[in-house]
């Protein structure tokens, strides 16, 4: 993805603060941009905010975010140098599956902050992430892998939420984010902190 001159990560959060592009617009307290460094070397792509993240317009600061920050800090990675954000900016009600047309109107978005954050890896939390950008369905059977479109890596794993009610997907995240960080240190580099 190439990123249109004079874009920035803050104009982009500034217009999906504001943004009434899709049905989820009247129904959200806050909009959820996402968050991390311009720098990062890997973005974590989830489905969409939860309550938590509505009240307070960040992303992953509920259950599954502090999963998500147990896991981070066992694979040694800091969540403080990667970039993190959903596949739709506004929850959803009742935290229901994002829509087709949701997805599709927030998509630029995503790819905005894509091009200008050119990660190394993309790590795609989940189902919902895993359809909308690689087209694929079934996560537990590919959990693990790395993928490469059109040039970008992705690394496919489940989405945190699921092991709040399936704790035996714990280890599996955990192994998978541990995976994750040997990836990126395999890539030429000899420590984790020279890509994050
Ligand atoms: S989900 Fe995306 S497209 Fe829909 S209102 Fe929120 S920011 Fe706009």
């Known amino acids: 993805m190439v990123a249109q001159k004079h874009d920035s990560l803050e104009k982009i959060e500034a217009e999906v603060r504001g943004c009434p592009l899709c049905k989820l617009a009247r129904t959200r307290k806050n909009a959820v941009p996402g968050e991390g460094q311009l ?3 890997i973005m974590f792509i989830g489905e969409a905010p939860g309550r938590s993240e509505d009240e ?3 992303p992953f600061v509920g259950a599954a975010g502090r999963i998500l920050d ?3 800090e066992k694979a040694g990675i800091e969540r403080s140098q990667v970039f993190i954000t ?3 900016k506004c929850r959803p009600p009742d935290n229901r599956v994002p829509e087709e047309d949701e997805a599709a109107a927030c998509r630029p978005y995503l790819d905005r902050q894509i091009g200008l954050i050119r990660p190394k890896v993309i790590c795609i939390l989940g189902r919902t992430a895993y359809t909308s950008l690689l087209g694929g369905s079934s996560i537990t059977a590919n959990r693990g892998k790395i993928v ?3 040039g970008q890596k992705y690394f496919l794993t489940f989405h945190p939420a699921a092991a709040i009610y399936n704790k035996s ?3 599996a995240l955990e192994a998978d984010l541990k995976e994750l960080a040997k990836e990126m240190k395999n890539e030429g580099k000899s420590s984790m902190e020279d890509y994050l």
């Open 70 to 72: 147990n896991l981070l």
């Open 148 to 150: 490469e479109k059109a």
């Open 39 to 41: 720098s990062a070397k």
């Open 86 to 88: 959903n596949v739709v």
């Open 56 to 58: 307070k317009g960040r």
């Open 169 to 171: 997907l714990l280890s």
